[in-house]
């Protein structure tokens, strides 16, 4: 009969499941042990250039604005150092002058983490048009990333 009368023991089962669920719901949430990084499915990307420094100006135009589109991206978060487990993209500007005078040149070679896939693409056009290089070089580095990733998935 003091069942009856006292509220505290009749709550008592729902505090119980109330304090389980809790424990449940604290260790359901992440620790901390993992960075943003390693949380998001976003590929790193960690990029190399290999345009020589002593270039000309053009090429180093060039340079700089594919670095800031590839840095604009929103498929990839760019790498703060290399690792194994990151995407690697190494690229090159130069003017090749032994096809046809004034051709720009922009190489690209994306390596698959740990040592994976290599993949190997260039675009070349005349340096009057040397504005719309970076954009197709993007483009074709997205699309190999994106497509390598869902494949891999």
Do not use: C
């Not at 719901?25 to 190399?48: F, N, Y």
């Not at 020589?52 to 703060?80: F, G, I, M, T, Y």
């Not at 096809?99 to 340096?127: M, V, Y």
């Amino acid at each position: 009969m003091a069942f009856k009368n006292n509220p505290l023991l009749r709550a008592r089962p729902l505090m119980i499941v109330g304090a389980l669920m809790l424990l449940l719901m604290l260790a359901w949430l992440p620790t901390g042990d993992m960075d943003a990084e390693q949380r998001s499915h976003k590929p790193l990307l960690w990029i190399v250039d290999n345009t020589a420094s002593d270039s000309d100006a053009l090429v180093l135009n060039v340079r700089d604005d594919l670095q800031q589109r590839l840095s604009q991206r929103h498929e990839w978060r760019l790498a703060k150092q290399p690792e194994p487990h990151v995407w690697q993209l190494t690229l090159q500007v130069f003017v090749d002058s032994s096809q046809q005078p004034d051709q720009l040149r922009l190489e690209g070679e994306l390596q698959a983490p740990h040592q994976g896939e290599l993949k190997r693409f260039a675009i070349e056009g005349k340096t009057d048009v040397a504005g719309l290089l970076p954009e197709q070089y993007v483009k074709i580095a997205t699309q190999l990333l994106t497509s390598a990733t869902e494949t891999a998935e």
